[in-house]
């Protein structure tokens, strides 16, 4: 059964003008949008929305001193001038390839930016290792471009990165356990979600443990199970890896069930 | 003009459908405090609200991706260790002073962050000055908390101040020109204005062009005008710098013309 609420307003005898009955009749002109609307598409209330305004302009302020913050505390001007000799750098990493092709030219940073900034690194350079008395950190399979931009984003909290880099940083981010670095990197890897890359995207996310970028690739998957079987990178998992293709049947089931149980219960 | 207001329950037997004409007849119920209210109290219709909503949500999240920022990029471990072997500190600061007391411990700190930080360590340490090649740089003036504070803020961009912590570091962070360090200790100084400081505090704002502070007391002098000649510092004020008393004359002044013409453009 539904109520329909009826309100009537009385206007005192004494009252010197202004809002008579008739004001009740009047269709309401939004505050916000200048748009007239009706009692069925009312909002909030004058006060509510004066209250609203003023928590965003306190958002807005909070986000204004945040910024500041960032800017104060990025070290940009030490990126700009590693490797000449004022920034009083005191370690460099190499960007080394098995193959054995010509050595990457050195990139040069600071033992306390690294340390604060990676477990891996910190318990490498505290702990008097071969890299913290040589002042040489060799990385592995990466490219020179990969490690500048890593180096670059352990300073300043920022990079622009397309697809590939941003794979190539979530796997580095991921083995010197840059936690912030590798959340940055999924959400890149998020946006770029397709079907076409779906599968790729799932596969890469499940080995480098990376929860955002597999759930959402998990989602975009299980939305187009009638063509899943048909894709080359399905049939190649199958081989590989068939423990991910169970997981994606797991996950499809899940989900059915869930959407079931939601179906019931709002019925 | 009073007004009361009635309210009748009716239900509806018939229909399931909302808006019939009989919708302007219903008093509406903000969507946010659920409170009734009136046609002439209306905010913002529906669609209005549900977009604040959004945006209250965006700004909320922006809040969060900075403080993950803000966090990452924050030194704390290098300060929690600094004076430890293992902080790779390359500079100690010492807070000394002209009067012979015994010399206060030295602050570990890094090169690279106060070069970033500060345009005047910058200056010293990049161009081989004394303290570049000592490795050791003395502030005159200024108790071992205070600097040890100062350092700290370069590395956090956080401090808990009191009003004299804020005081000092103002001085320091006008003389080492930390514009971030100033602003936060003008912001701490302008929520302890009374009237009973006013004058002390637009004298010292006056002196370290903390144009926040000066600002914020001018208003609060210029608004107790009656009891300012009674005031004692105002007397030493005249004697030592009438100046200062001056342009607070002239603000007052600038204040009343002001205010005369808002009212006539009004009226």
């Given amino acids: 059964m539904r109520r329909h609420h009826r309100c009537v307003i009385e206007s005192d005898d004494t009252s010197e003008s202004g809002g008579s009955d008739s004001d009740i009749d009047t269709a309401m002109r939004c505050i916000s949008c200048r748009e007239e609307y009706l009692p069925r598409d009312a909002g909030t209330c004058k006060e509510c929305y004066e209250e609203a305004g003023e928590t965003e302009e306190e958002l807005k302020r909070e986000i204004e001193d945040l910024k500041a913050k960032v800017s104060f505390l990025r070290l940009d001007h030490v990126v700009v001038h590693a490797g000449n ?3 009083f750098t005191d370690v460099v990493l190499i960007a080394s390839h098995d193959d054995g092709a010509a050595a990457a030219p050195p990139i040069p940073a600071h033992k306390s930016v690294l340390v604060s900034r990676s477990p891996v690194f910190k318990a490498m350079l505290e702990n008097e290792m071969e890299e913290s008395r040589s002042g040489t950190i060799k990385i592995s399979d990466v490219s020179y471009d990969a ?7 352990l300073y300043t909290a920022e990079a622009c990165l397309d697809e590939q880099m941003a794979c190539d940083l979530l796997v580095m981010s991921e083995k010197y356990q840059v936690k912030h670095l590798k959340s940055y990197c999924e959400r890149v890897l998020v946006t770029k979600l397709t079907w076409d ?3 790729m995207s799932y596969a890469f996310a499940h080995q480098h443990n990376a929860k955002q970028l597999l759930d959402a690739a998990l989602s975009q998957i299980t939305g187009n199970m009638d063509k899943l079987a048909k894709r080359e990178e399905y049939m190649e998992l199958v081989e590989k890896d068939p423990r991910l293709i169970v997981e994606i049947y797991e996950a ?3 989900k059915q069930v869930n959407t079931a149980a939601g179906g019931t219960s709002t019925s």
């Fill in 85 to 87: 000799s004022r920034s």
């Fill in 252 to 254: 499809y089931l899940s």
């Fill in 197 to 199: 890359n779906a599968l």
């Fill in 147 to 153: 490690l500048r931009t890593f180096v670059c984003y």
